[in-house]
């Protein structure tokens, strides 16, 4: 607990002209916190470097131990106001939330100094509640885990060993290579990217890992139990234990079920295969019909509308057991909203919701093999959507000026047969018209399912189970936030490259082996100084439990995202404090609120809700409305919005969340008891376009409203007071509008809030 702080009030960028600092100074050296402010000074430029050299000589001369600088946005300077490890700050944000968003209103103008005020006092008393964390420093293994033995796998053990790093390379099956050994050649992976294929180069590779020391090869095994936390995991491998790190995850794809090319003609015409199998061809030295003759034409279909339409219920049952939630029944025999479908699991079938541009480059790659390995044939291609994107438009460029290949957008709507030959009709072309097209061979696309789909994996030892969580959200890929961090799964310390990520080509997968390998090691070396990996990277605060008061509910093991926490035969939780994000949604679960941070609790933030100086009556000053904004995109989006001249309502009072996961009720019942008006919460997105950095948080909150909706409801306060919005970073636009609506909202509608006065 800081219990000697010095307070500091910066002048610049328009602070000192709006704000009286020196009066601000005195007010926090001589108000209700007097007895834990040593020193309370202001600096015309607290950033500068006179303005740092005052606060060292201060905390050097006063032995102080907790800084509160009141200037600008924690997310600015945060390299400037740094004073040793030992010295605790607290950022309070004069410029963002104060001056640069002020909005004046004339029934009660002034406004601007009693909300640096609230935010002075609010720091103060959030540092005072804060203490420096003890991070927990294991003695890490540094054995780096590779599950998969083909391209991706085998360049990720590449990586790791490069820097140092001793890898275990598991492969299921006998040989190692997995996909790449089955093709003939690559779409282009470097310059001039405009040549039709190159060498996988697979073997040359192979033999590279088999000799690199640092890499012991396991094949004809899988994993059975991967048990522990990053940097001291357990791995069992074909009965016998090893001590491991980290984990990177490269097991592949598998082929979706052929039954549901169905459509397209494959199983009922002779010479329909799918792109699997003529890759397969192509391997073995050349192109073959059913009958042993090399083709004269072969048609692409880079299509997949007509996978499911018109095709009875049925006719699908006779392929699947459709899910309850198939669009379609008995009756209706125009299926809209149905793609492709492939095997979750041994009996059901799933949407394959997606596509990506390996079907279109693989199309473009196997038109080049029938210009190569049968010079006198013609390749046509059939795409309703050409995908290739960056660099390789040059590759499809290359396929428009071949002259035995012909490209064609259009909307497959029939592929029947044509005496010998296969007819392929196609609506929606670039003339206009439909068109049949007439080929000795037809080649539709595989679908590419991760092998996370159906399969565990890595068996974890965990108390949510063997498999990755949620998979449904991801499509079965393993990756858990495409965008922001890629690589990351749910488990920590096991990181996903290759096509088991997302669909990718060679050379994206050859990144992606760099990206997971250094993500891997990145995390062994984080958890061996007992730090946060992402994505609070660096954080070495995690969760503390009074377990004296804990009643074995279970919330916040079932609720915690990422599995950090197991729990003993009485349901008590057990900590794994290298498996935490630090995110707390475990301290927001919590009903008997026995789960705090050093640095991030649920005192430190309700007593900052009560600092907040809330008028007895609306007339007196107005309303109070918190804000609880997401650190990682709401309170950006403020930050955005102040930059760029908005304001909003002086009524409001920000306090940064860690995530709303982490949001405890208490903090709702502190406001409402605090005679506060309302309460907004702003986070992340959620649902099926989630952008929650925690993946589940903003999700859970939710839920959670529902509790806090039903609790004031008994007390007789509205819960319309209390509203979540989901808010992206790219919001800051819209962010001043939702606040300015939601006090108009409160103010107009429901009026001040009943336990307001006592």
């Given amino acids: ?54 606060i060292e000589a201060d905390i050097k001369e006063n032995e102080l131990d907790g800084v509160v600088c009141c200037a600008c946005t924690p997310r600015a300077k945060w390299d400037v106001f740094k004073f040793g490890d030992a010295i605790q700050v607290e950022r309070v944000s004069l410029r963002e939330q104060c001056v640069w968003s002020y909005q004046e209103d004339p029934k009660f103008p002034g406004q601007m100094e009693i909300i640096a005020k609230d935010y002075i006092n609010m720091g103060i008393t959030k540092l005072f509640n804060s203490r420096i964390p003890e991070p927990e420093l294991p003695d890490a293994f540094k054995t780096v885990l590779v599950v998969g033995g083909g391209f991706t796998g085998l360049k990720a053990a590449q990586n790791a060993t490069a820097l140092g790093y001793e890898v275990i390379l598991v492969e299921k099956e006998d040989t190692l290579g997995g996909k790449a050994s089955g093709m003939y050649k690559s779409f282009p992976l470097g310059a001039p990217f405009s040549e039709r294929e190159q060498e996988v180069g697979i073997d040359a590779l192979i033999k590279e890992v088999e000799g690199n020391a640092k890499v012991k090869i396991i094949t004809g095994a899988t994993v059975e139990s991967l048990a522990g936390a990053p940097a001291q995991y357990k791995v069992t491998i074909g009965g016998t234990e090893y001590e491991i790190g980290s984990v990177v995850l490269a097991t592949g794809w598998v082929p979706g079920k052929t039954k549901f090319l169905a459509p397209l003609g494959y199983g009922s015409i002779k010479n329909v295969v799918t792109t699997a199998e003529f890759e397969k061809m192509a391997k073995n030295g050349g192109i073959q019909m059913a009958d042993g003759r090399a083709p004269a034409s072969v048609a692409f279909i880079v299509d997949t509308t007509l996978l499911m339409k018109g095709v009875t219920y049925g006719e699908c049952g006779e392929a699947c057991e459709a899910p309850e939630d198939m669009p379609c029944d008995d009756t209706k025999e125009d299926v809209e909203e149905c793609e492709t479908y492939v095997y979750e699991d041994k009996e059901s079938a799933k949407h394959l919701a997606y596509s990506s541009e390996l079907t279109s480059l693989v199309a473009l790659k196997q038109a080049n093999y029938v210009r190569e390995l049968t010079p006198d044939a013609m390749a046509y291609v059939v795409y309703d959507h050409m995908m290739v994107p960056g660099i390789n438009e040059k590759y499809y ?35 206009g018209a439909e068109i049949e097209l007439v080929a000795d061979m037809v080649v539709v696309p595989t679908a590419l399912v991760p092998t996370t789909a159906a399969d565990p994996i890595m068996n974890f030892v965990y108390r949510q189970g063997p498999a990755f969580p949620d998979l449904e959200l991801f499509d079965g890929f393993a990756d858990s936030n495409y965008i922001c961090f890629p690589y990351e799964t749910r488990r920590t310390g096991v990181y996903a490259a290759g096509c088991v990520r997302q669909p ?61 926490l197991d729990d003993d035969e009485k349901g008590t939780p057990m900590p794994n404090p290298s498996r935490c994000r630090r995110c707390g949604t475990c301290m927001g679960a919590c009903p008997e609120r026995v789960i705090s941070f050093a640095n991030y609790g649920i005192n430190q933030i309700g007593s900052a809700i009560k600092e907040v100086k809330v008028p007895d009556t609306l007339d007196e000053g107005g309303p109070r409305i918190i804000v609880l904004a997401c650190e990682n995109d709401a309170y950006p989006a403020l930050d955005m919005a102040a930059m760029r001249g908005k304001s909003w309502s002086p009524y409001v009072r920000f306090l940064p969340v860690r995530c709303l996961g982490s949001v405890n009720a208490i903090w709702v019942a502190d406001a409402m008891s605090k005679g506060v008006d309302g309460l907004m919460m702003l986070g992340c997105k959620y649902g099926d376009d989630y952008q929650c950095h925690f993946v589940k948080g903003s999700e859970l909150c939710n839920r959670r409203k529902e509790n806090i909706a039903e609790s004031l409801g008994r007390l007789g306060v509205e819960p319309e007071r209390v509203e979540q919005y989901e808010v992206s970073i790219d919001m800051y636009d819209q962010v001043p509008d939702m606040i300015d609506e939601f006090v108009e909202n409160i103010t107009t509608n429901f009026g001040p809030n009943p336990f307001k006065g006592y």
């Fill in 504 to 564: 990718m080509g060679l050379g994206l997968a050859e990144e992606d082996a760099a990206g997971a390998a250094l993500k891997a090691i990145q995390c062994i070396e984080s958890a061996n100084r007992g730090m946060a990996v992402h994505p609070r990277s660096g954080d070495i605060s995690f969760p503390e439990f009074n377990f004296t008061r804990c009643t074995q509910c279970k919330r916040c093991t079932e609720e915690c995202p990422f599995g950090a």
């Fill in 397 to 431: 460029q290359a396929a428009q000026d071949d002259a035995g290949v012909m490209l064609t957008k259009g909307t497959v709507t029939a592929v029947k047969e044509a005496g010998s030959k296969i007819a392929i009709t196609a609506k929606d072309t670039l003339l």
């Fill in 1 to 54: 607990m800081a219990e000697k702080l010095g307070v500091y009030i910066c002048g610049g960028c328009e602070i000192g002209d709006n704000l009286e600092i020196d009066a601000l100074a005195e007010f926090a050296a001589n108000g209700k916190h007097s007895s834990i402010v040593t020193v309370a000074k202001s600096n015309a430029v607290l950033c500068s470097p006179e303005g740092k050299a005052m």
